[in-house]
């Protein structure tokens, strides 16, 4: 990853961190805190993944480059990045939750293989459009909602014998 693109990471972190908090530097009540050099590890290294991926999966990344950063501080700093819209969040087939670094504050919607964990951002403008109608008739304000499109990409379904 570039030193550019780190930096506007961090930044970004930052950013996040003070809308939540109030105070990019000073422990926040929120369990946010500030950008620690192993928060910061963390979200570089999600932030250099192309699909979703596990906490687990990551903290064994990290460990592999020489990383000392914890599991337990992985977990937080990704929970704390999807809390304040830095990171996307969806659940595999067992139920875990796998973590894309959002590089925008925009709301996203996702496409996985099922097989490989492929993912790919998919256009959702109709989605939005019958959330906001359901939220506008129902009366309900500040209305989130989570769709999960799976399916099986075309490299496994060539594995599989399955045609498009």
Avoid: K
Avoid at 63 to 87: D, H, I
Avoid at 134 to 143: K, M, Q, T
Wanted: hydrophobic share 35%.
């Amino acid at each position: 990853m570039t030193e550019a693109r780190t930096s506007g990471l961090t930044a970004a972190f930052r950013r996040a961190t003070d809308r939540r908090t109030g105070e990019a530097d000073q422990p926040g009540g929120d369990g946010l805190g500030r950008l620690t050099p192993q928060r910061a590890e963390v979200l570089r290294a999600l932030a250099g993944c192309e699909d979703f991926v596990s906490a687990q999966l990551l903290h064994a990344g990290l460990l592999a480059t020489g990383s000392r950063v914890g599991l337990s501080t992985v977990y937080r700093t990704l929970t704390a990045l999807a809390a304040v819209g830095r990171a996307d969040v969806v659940r595999d087939t067992n139920g875990e939750r796998l973590f894309r670094y959002r590089p925008g504050t925009d709301h996203r919607h996702y496409l996985i293989c099922r097989e490989c964990g492929l993912s790919q951002p998919v256009e959702s403008n109709e989605v939005e459009a019958w959330a906001d109608r359901i939220a506008a008739r129902s009366g309900f304000a500040d209305v989130h909602h989570t769709v999960e499109l799976t399916g099986v990409c075309t490299t496994c379904q060539g594995d599989q014998g399955l045609s498009p």
